[in-house]
C-alpha cells in the first residue's frame, strides 16, 4: 500500500505529520511563557495556577500508551485526524476562555488529542519508510521536531503575549490543526489497523490509563508542592505502581492483551525507553531552570528568553536533519547516541559553572551549542532504536510507549530537580545569600542532578542497548510493512 505513495508525497506527508506535532509540543512551552498574563487576567492563584500545565499534562501523559495502541488497532491515520479534532477545537475554547474552571477543563481536553495525534506519529513513519537510510533521515526530522520544538516555543509564546495577548497562544492552533487535518487527509494513505478485537482489552486500558494517569498527578502536584515524603506522594505513588502491576498482570493472562508484553523482549525497546526517562528528566534541568536563571538571575524577558534558546534550536536542526542520518547509516544508532549523550552531560555540568553575574555569550552561548550538538545526534537516534525490531502491527504501540516515557521523563525530571533547586535556594538564603546568590546555587544543584540522571541513562544505553549495527545492514521485509 505505501509503495503507491510517491517518493515526493512521503516527504511531504511527512512534514505534515510533523506540523503535527510541532503544534503539541509548541503548546507544553508556549503556555508557560503566557502564565503571568493568564494569572492576571482570569484571577489564578499561584497554586491553581499550576492547573493551566498540570491539566494538559496529566491527560496527555496519561492516554499517549492507550493512544499508540489503539492507533494500531484502529488504525493510525484515523486516530492522528481524530487527535488533530480534539486538539484543534480544544485550542479554540482555550483561547476563548473567560473563567479558571473553562480554561483548564480545556486544556485537559488539549491533552487528550495531542495524545491521540502524537502517540501514532513514529509508527507512521517508520511504516511510511521501510527503506534504512530514508528511514533514518525521516526520524531525524522528527527527532529534530519533538526535541527542539520546545525552545521554539519560548520564542512564540514570548512574541505572541508581548506583542498580541494569551488567547492568541491557542487561537495560532487553530489555523495549523485545520490545514495540517485538511493535507493528512489528502496525502496519508488511509491503515485499516489490525481490528479491535485483536486488544479489545477494557479491563487494561483503564488500569494502564489509571496507573499513568495518577503517576503523572503524584509527580506534578503532592511531590513538587509537598516533597517525595509526604505522606500524600507517597500513598498516591504506591497506588500508581499498584494499578500498574495490576496492569501487568492482565495483561499477561489476556486473552487479547491491549499490550503485548513481548515488546519488552526487544532490548532496544526496554533500553531505550529506561533511557528517554533518564535523558529528558535530566535534560529538563536545562531547559526549565536555565529560563529560570535568565529571568531571576540575568533579568531575562519572555521575548529574551526565546531569543537567547534560538541558536540551540538552530544548531539542534542543523544536526537532526543534515549529519544525523549519514552518522546513524554509517556507525549504527547506538554508536551515535552514547557520545550525543555525552555532550548533554557536559552541557549541563557546565552550566552548573554559570556566575550571578553571567555574561550571555561566555556562560549561555557554549552551553546551548554543547547541549544542541549533543541532542541533535543523539535523539534520531535512540527514536530509531525504540521502533526496532518492532513488528509492523505494534508500531503504534512503540511510538505511543516512547513519547509516554518521555513524559513521564519531564514530568519527573521538573518535580526532582525544581524542588532540589527551591530546597537548595532556601538553604542559602538562610545561611545569608543573597537572593540572586541563592537562586544560582539553586540552579547550580539542580544541574549537576541533571547532568548525573544524564550519565544513569549512558550507563544504561552501554549495558543494554545491542551492539552497534549499522542502519544499512538491518533487513527489512517489505512485504511486512507494506501490509501494516
Sequence with gaps: MMQAMTDRNRWIALYVLCAGVLMIVLDVTIVNVALPSIKEDLGFTQSSLAWVVNAYLIAFGGLLLLAGRLGDLVGRRTMFLAGLVVFTVASAVCGAAQSEVMLVAARFVQGVGGAMTSAVVLGMIVTMFPEPRDRAKAIGVYGFVASGGGTVGLLAGGILTQTINWHWIFFVNIPIGVATALLATRLIERDKGIGLDKGADVPGAVLVT????????????????????????????AASIVLLGLFILREATARTPLVPLSIFRSRNVSGANAIQVLLVAGMFGMFFLGSLYLEQVL??????????FLPATL????????????????????????????????ALALFAQAPVDGNYWRDVFPVMIVLALGIG????????????????????????????????????????????????????????????????????????????????????????????????????????IEAA
Excluded at 554509517?330 to 552514547?338: A, E, Q, S
Design 299 to 308: 533579568g531575562y524577558d519572555a521575548l529574551q528568553i526565546g531569543l537567547a
Design 315 to 346: 544548531v539542534m536542526g542543523f544536526m537532526s536533519l543534515q549529519v544525523s542520518e549519514p552518522l546513524i547509516t554509517r556507525f549504527g544508532p547506538r554508536t551515535v547516541l552514547l557520545p550525543g549523550m555525552v555532550l548533554v552531560a557536559a
Design 377 to 480: 545526534v543523539s535523539f534520531p537516534a535512540l527514536m530509531g532504536l525504540a521502533m526496532s525490531g518492532v513488528e509492523p502491527q505494534e508500531a503504534g504501540l512503540a511510538s505511543g510507549l516512547i513519547n509516554a516515557t518521555a513524559q513521564v521523563g519531564g514530568a519527573l525530571g521538573l518535580a526532582v530537580l525544581a524542588t532540589v533547586s527551591s530546597t537548595r535556594t532556601s538553604n542559602l538564603r538562610e545561611a545569608g545569600e543573597s537572593v540572586a546568590s541563592a537562586l544560582t546555587g539553586g540552579y547550580h544543584l539542580a544541574f549537576y542532578i541533571g547532568a548525573a540522571l544524564v550519565v544513569g541513562a549512558l550507563i544504561v544505553a552501554a549495558l543494554v542497548l545491542e551492539a552497534p549495527r549499522r542502519v544499512d545492514e538491518v533487513p527489512v521485509d517489505a512485504a511486512e
Design 210 to 237: 489509571s496507573a499513568l494517569m495518577l503517576g503523572v498527578y503524584t509527580i506534578v502536584k503532592p511531590a513538587a508542592e509537598d516533597g517525595w515524603g509526604a505522606t500524600t506522594t507517597l500513598v498516591l505513588g
